[in-house]
């Protein structure tokens, strides 16, 4: 294997693991939002079951 071809397979593992940090930062901020969602929508149910 040449030199350059090492550095390419080097890279493209690199990209990998920092595509797979990325999506895994993604799929835990999605849960985080979801379960803010949940909450709001919970404590507004509280507020009109109070309310009426």
């Known amino acids: ?3 350059n071809e ?3 397979l080097d890279i493209q593992g690199n990209c990998t ?3 797979s940090l ?5 799929s835990s901020t999605l ?4 379960s803010e969602l949940i909450i709001l929508y919970w404590k507004i149910g ?4 109070k309310i009426f």
């Open 1 to 3: 294997m040449e030199n």
């Open 6 to 8: 090492i550095r390419n």
């Open 17 to 19: 693991y920092i595509i």
């Open 22 to 26: 990325i999506e895994t930062s993604k």
């Open 31 to 34: 849960k985080a939002i979801n």
């Open 46 to 49: 509280e507020y009109i079951q």
